[in-house]
């Protein structure tokens, strides 16, 4: 079985400039969730996607960051324009129920350098 | 605000040590996940624990979950370099089984 794929891995951006990361889940997974994590910490929830409709944005920054869903498979996060703040992994996971007590699958990460 | 405490947060030791790493909340949880993520990689499961008092064993890693459901700990035998890693424990409250709160991890090197 195919794990969550993410895209780019790395990707360094000067200040101010704009970048969008992608995440393909597992498939026939329902819920989708983006993370910010900083080096050496827990992630931090961004947002979180039942199917295409989102459940929960309550940390997402939106003057600067935007995600979606289209057709409830693929996502796509976005931030411009980016902060030095903004340099983190930024992880992807789906999961098949969307309840707290199932597991998560995470990709990889996007390693997110802004100069 | 972090609702989740874990210590210690940086911990090194060396290769056949046993290690005890805390999950603390002042809230009760339904659950309780602990994740091993290594760099480069995203987090993976290790265990779900869901009844009060409940032990779990997974080869030389032992979990247990408090009888209040407040607290839980990873307990480490004769640690192993392969072991090392960031742990990090994600818990449920009871009544919003929809989100997920993380600890800010604990952070394991083993020397050999």
């Known amino acids: 079985e195919a794990g969550v794929a993410q895209s780019p891995r790395y990707k360094i951006i000067e200040k101010r400039q704009s970048v969008a990361f992608w995440c393909n889940p597992i498939?026939?997974?329902?819920?989708l969730y983006w993370y910010q994590q900083i080096l050496g910490q827990g992630p931090k929830l961004l947002i979180q996607?039942?199917?295409?409709?989102?459940?929960?944005d309550s940390q997402l920054p939106k003057d600067r960051f935007s995600a979606e869903r289209l057709k409830g498979v693929d996502s796509t996060l976005k931030i411009q324009p980016a902060k030095l703040e903004d340099s983190a992994v930024y992880l992807c996971a789906s999961s098949v129920t969307g309840t707290a007590t199932g597991e998560l699958f995470f990709g990889e990460g996007s390693r997110l350098t802004v100069l | 605000t972090q609702l989740l405490e874990q210590s210690p947060q940086f911990l090194s030791i060396q290769e056949g040590e046993n290690l005890t790493v805390y999950c603390n909340s002042s809230?009760?949880?339904?659950?309780l996940q602990w994740y091993r993520q290594e760099p480069g990689e995203g987090p993976v499961l290790l265990v779900t624990v869901v009844t009060g008092g409940e032990v779990k064993k997974l080869k030389r890693l032992t979990f247990q979950f408090g009888d209040a459901r407040k607290d839980s700990s990873l307990h480490i035998t004769a640690a192993q370099p392969g072991d090392t890693g960031l742990y990090l424990c994600?818990?449920?409250?009871?009544?919003?089984?929809?989100?997920?709160?993380w600890g800010l991890g604990t952070s394991l090197a083993v020397n050999p």
């Open positions: 498939s026939g997974h329902a819920t």
């Open positions: 994600a818990g449920a409250y009871a009544g919003n089984n929809r989100k997920l709160i």
């Open positions: 996607f039942q199917n295409n409709g989102v459940v929960d």
């Open positions: 809230s009760v949880f339904s659950s």
